[in-house]
């Protein structure tokens, strides 16, 4: 008994540009670089300032890999996403209702030793990471309850994604500022739920769609 055997090799090449021609290619359609200040969204000066000094700090960047995800990024915010709010940010009040809820689970669970540390965050620097609490079905009525505050404030129709907590930030804790996941975090926000009896205030950095640095220092009402 014989066998004859075919094997059948198929390789797929791509057309692949040169440098010179993805250039030229560039220019063909209209772009331009440095890009003009009606490509940025929004379109005011201060936006763009803010993203031209994003786009210098990306070339400092140590490693390859973190100089193209910063430049990522800042080509995502700068050009490419759309804004649905008129200065990016705005503070508000949750139903106090809820806020008591929430706070009494958080009290009751760290009292009894209910908790867990997160893993480890890179936007976190810490020198103890942060207690962790379960939400229980907190995550998914919060989706639900805060849904309508979220889409006045957007003018969108949402859909509800992830309700993240709750998170206890320690002693010597800072945020880093980043860039939230445009994938998921389209519209979102930080609901400031309690704080230690002896806790000092803890500023929140926000920058705006003019360029400006804001402090916000968020409080619960007693």
């Keep these: 008994m014989s066998f004859l055997s075919f ?3 198929v390789v797929a090449v791509s057309a692949q540009l040169e440098e010179t021609q993805r250039v030229e290619s ?5 772009y331009q670089w440095p890009p003009p200040l009606e490509q940025f969204r929004p379109p005011t000066e201060g936006w763009r300032d803010l993203h031209e000094k994003r786009f210098d700090q990306t070339w400092k960047a140590p490693l390859r890999g973190g100089r193209y995800d910063g430049w990522l990024q800042a080509v995502m915010s700068a050009y490419t996403q759309p804004n649905f709010t008129e200065n990016g940010w705005g503070l508000t ?20 030793g209910n908790y867990g540390y997160e893993r480890r965050i890179e936007v976190i620097d810490a020198e103890e990471p942060p207690i962790f609490i379960s939400g229980d079905d907190f995550p998914r009525r919060l989706l639900e309850e805060l849904k309508p505050m979220h889409e006045a404030w957007s003018g969108q129709s949402l859909t509800p994604s992830t309700a993240y907590g709750f998170r206890l930030y320690q002693n010597q804790s800072a945020l880093l500022m980043h860039v939230d996941k445009p994938q998921s975090h389209v519209i979102s926000s930080i609901l400031h739920v309690d704080s230690s009896d002896d806790a000092e205030p803890w500023p929140i950095v926000i920058e705006d769609f003019h360029g400006n640095t804001n402090e916000v220092i968020l409080t619960v009402s007693t």
């Design 26 to 30: 560039f220019y063909k359609r209209g």
């Design 7 to 9: 094997f059948l090799l």
């Design 93 to 112: 009040r949750a139903p106090e209702s809820l806020v008591q809820e929430l706070r009494a689970h958080v009290r009751d669970n760290y009292n009894k």
